[in-house]
């Protein structure tokens, strides 16, 4: 996902203490990210892992991502193509985990407003989410070189964007 705002996304709505385990099943942890974004959620949300689409979004309660510090939490979400997730608060392993990843966290106070199946617009740069209504609501600033790190895909892309002779064999 482009920092920019662009499209309309579509709202998957979840409760608070959204855990790693949850993200990416333990019995799963020995296959790859493919196998482990099948099992995404499914303790939660049984049919997340089939129905989410590309561009979709999570909405959460607080605590998103506590739990162990597994990589593969975040790698679910962004190998389902969830373009973002929006929470009040986020455990901090997962939250650096997701941008070193590519994957767009937004800190919003009135996350919990927002609801299931609804069309929001996200403008990371700007630190706001406009909800179908036009309501408007705010997010916690995010610094450049994070918003800079999604646009080039993650921490890998961006840094085999900046030296390419040192990340090529």
């Known amino acids: 996902m482009t920092t920019a705002p662009r499209t309309r996304h579509r709202v998957w709505r979840f409760g608070p203490d959204i855990d790693t385990d949850a993200l990416a099943p333990g ?12 099992h995404c959620l499914e303790t939660v949300r049984p049919e997340f892992p089939a129905a989410v689409q590309p561009g979709d979004v999570v909405v959460a309660g607080a605590n998103f991502g506590i739990g162990s510090s597994r990589e593969q939490a975040a790698a679910a979400l962004r190998h389902l193509g969830v373009a973002a997730v929006v929470a009040p608060s986020f455990a901090g392993l997962f939250f650096r985990n997701a941008f070193n990843l590519g994957l767009l966290l937004l800190t919003c106070a009135e996350a919990e407003s927002i609801v299931e199946g609804e069309q929001i617009l996200i403008d990371a740069r700007a630190g706001r989410i406009v909800r179908a209504s036009g309501q408007t609501l705010a997010a916690d600033p995010i610094p450049a070189f994070l918003l800079d790190m999604i646009d080039a895909g993650g921490l890998l892309p961006q840094l085999q964007q900046r030296f390419p002779s040192r990340t090529t064999p």
Do not use: S
Request: neutral net charge.
């Open 27 to 38: 019995h799963w942890m020995q296959h790859g990210a493919e196998v482990i974004a099948r």
